[in-house]
């Protein structure tokens, strides 16, 4: 059964208890009002009326008059006195008899009794007095004077009619107000209902529209938002993550067929008798060997990202990032004695500090430099001028400790926005028209990012004034949380 219907159900059901129980009530103190009245004119009246009858000594009224008035004599004898259409109409008292102890303690005490015959019977209020010889002083007999309560009784049937016919009305307005008051009040409610459904139809999109705060379905609209809005945010993350992981093992599995390509295939020609000569044999073992240096350099940075993903704690030690500059700097050179590289200052005057010290793994940060340094060396060409330039820089929270930064400018080509904003997603090369022997795997800027994410560091790429790229790396100069903070990148 819907809430508005037993809402509405609930508030007509209480209209009707609390106006049939009204009704009753005034129906019930009505009655013994009037009854009292009866009572007050018994009190009265009944005395007068009851010498008259003895005086007259008759059995029939001749006047119009409700009373009906017997007398028991002690003789055993009994003398009524009553106007014939009110017994007709409300039939004769049943007067029951009573002991003489009994009758005295009901004396001027007004009671009850049923009636028999006539049209519409009704009960009758009753009040004896005693019955004194005015000769002897002595008690005669008893005198009963009683009156109808017919109008009582219709009075209190038309009464009890009319207040049920109102409780009836009542209720039913009260009912179709309740409803509208009911489907006005929850329609708050309904719209949460369908808001709900469709969200249970796979749209993430729909939001609850905002009510006051300080109303209960304000307060639950605000935090059903809220919890939607994170809902929206963890799926969407989940198929990003899931969607990563597809496209991850297939170019994984895209970079390893290759190579497991070329090593099955001279397998297969050496087993088929195909290499005759040394030449061949030696030419087959240098390829074997080669696509096997290759799928092992790819088997290593896969595991090196699967390790930083897992949130393996790494070293955090004082470090001299402006010597790994240094080596760096020497190992470039080494690669390409025409190329010129200069460590510098990161505002471009002075020399470069002799020493930057930063909390983090000298292997891993050795690791950033080294694939930072073989980018340039593969994709820009040979005597193209780089600098590694150091430094701090204040970081954006006030009252943190500055942070070191290294950055690795080259002179080339440079890459496009677009280029740049995939430049740190695993096995994306910037190049199409790079080979795989002087590309990559596409790994190097992914384990780069992982590693200054693992130190709780930032990452980015941006152009170099007069052409060519820039990566700017920055390294918190304390310590950090062993790695669980989330890539900055």
């Known amino acids: 059964m819907p809430l508005r219907a037993r809402l509405v159900a609930i508030i007509a059901l209480l209209l009707a208890a609390g106006l049939g129980i009204a009704a009753l009530a005034t129906t019930t103190v009505v009655a013994r009002y009037l009854v009292g009245q009866v009572d007050q004119q018994l009190d009265l009246t009944a005395s007068a009326v009851a010498d ?3 005086r007259g000594n008759a059995s029939r009224s001749t006047l119009p008059s409700e009373y009906y008035v017997l007398v028991r004599w002690d003789n055993g004898t009994e003398t009524p006195n009553y106007w014939d259409p009110v017994v007709e109409r409300s039939g004769a008292p049943q007067i029951p008899t009573f002991m003489a102890q009994e009758m005295a303690t009901r004396t001027g005490k007004p009671f009850t009794v049923t009636s028999a015959g006539g049209t519409t019977p009704a009960e009758w209020r009753v009040v004896p007095y005693p019955v004194i010889s005015k000769l002897t002083g002595e008690t005669v007999g008893t005198a009963y004077v009683a009156l109808p309560l017919t109008g009582i ?12 016919v109102s409780a009836l009305g009542i209720a039913l307005i009260g009912g179709a107000v309740a409803y509208l008051a009911v489907q006005r009040a929850l329609r708050p409610l309904r719209e949460i209902e369908e808001t709900a459904a469709d969200i249970a139809g796979g749209d993430l999109t729909r939001r609850i529209r905002p009510a006051p705060p300080s109303t209960e379905v304000g307060s639950l ?59 061949q044999m030696d030419d087959t073992m240098r390829r074997i060997e080669d696509s096997a240096t290759r799928m092992g350099t790819l088997v290593n940075d896969l595991l090196a990202l699967a390790r930083l993903d897992e949130g393996r704690p790494i070293r955090h ?69 780089v600098e590694i330039a150091l430094g701090t820089q204040a970081p954006q929270d006030a009252g943190d400790d500055p942070l070191a930064v290294l950055e690795v400018r080259d002179h080339g080509p440079g890459i496009t926005p677009e280029q740049a904003a995939h430049v740190f997603e695993r096995f994306y090369r910037a190049d199409s028209s790079r080979n795989r022997a002087s590309g990559g795997s596409g790994l190097g800027m992914a384990i780069v990012a992982a590693i200054v994410g693992a130190h709780q560091g930032h990452i980015s790429v941006a152009p170099t004034q007069g052409g060519g790229l820039t990566v700017h790396v920055e390294l918190p100069t304390q310590g950090y949380d062993d790695g669980s903070s989330p890539d900055r990148t």
């Open 153 to 164: 009784h219709e009075t209190v049937k038309v009464l009890g009619r009319t207040l049920a």
């Open 221 to 279: 609209a605000a935090s059903l938002n809220t919890m939607l809005n994170h809902i929206e945010r963890a799926f969407a993350a989940s198929e990003a993550s899931e969607a990563r992981m597809r496209r991850f093992v297939s170019d994984a599995s895209h970079e390893l067929r290759t190579p497991l390509a070329t090593v099955k295939g001279y397998g297969e020609l050496y087993r088929m008798g195909a290499l005759t000569t040394p030449e």
């Open 52 to 54: 008259e009858t003895f």
């Open 317 to 385: 030690e004082p470090v001299n990032l402006a010597a790994l500059a240094r080596d760096s700097a020497g190992d470039l050179h080494a690669l390409d004695p025409t190329r010129p590289v200069r460590v510098v200052s990161l505002g471009g005057s002075g020399d470069a500090p002799e020493e930057l010290t930063v909390i983090g793994d000298e292997d891993r940060l050795r690791q950033v430099l080294a694939n930072l340094i073989g980018n340039v060396s593969q994709h820009t060409p040979a005597g193209t001028p």
